[in-house]
């Protein structure tokens, strides 16, 4: 589905408000060390990453479908990043779930929870 796409590209920009046009109103995020609940939450997370992995790509690999209806979809996928931390290159990955729901003919994701990779 293309709101994943549009999703991971949103991210790459490095800009929020590129974000928050593909997050749903009432987005909650679960990451391994925080939930945020809000896009205030989100936003501040979000930002503390981008400071924090400089020049950062963040991918979605091994993407699988495990629902796609008319109003709600649900993925899991491998999430690769890579970037610099202070000053020295950086990459990782984790799993990933993503639940999107279509408000008013337009797809939104309304849930994220990252983990790392089992040991």
């Known amino acids: 589905m293309e709101i994943l796409h549009e999703y991971i590209k949103a991210t790459n920009t490095h800009d929020f408000e590129e974000v928050r046009k593909v997050l749903h ?6 990451f391994s060390n925080q939930t945020c609940t809000n896009h205030k939450e989100i936003q501040s997370y979000f930002e503390n990453a981008w400071t ?22 649900t993925c899991i996928y ?4 890579e970037g610099y931390i202070n000053g020295d290159y950086a990459s990782g990955e984790g799993r990933a779930t993503n639940v999107f729901v279509k408000t008013h003919d337009k797809w939104l994701l309304i849930h994220e929870h990252l983990s790392p990779s089992p040991k």
């Open 25 to 30: 109103p009432e987005a909650m995020y679960f």
């Open 52 to 73: 924090y992995v400089r020049d950062e790509n963040y991918e979605a690999r091994e993407i699988k479908w495990l629902f796609k209806g008319d109003s709600s979809a």
């Open 78 to 81: 491998t999430y690769f990043y």
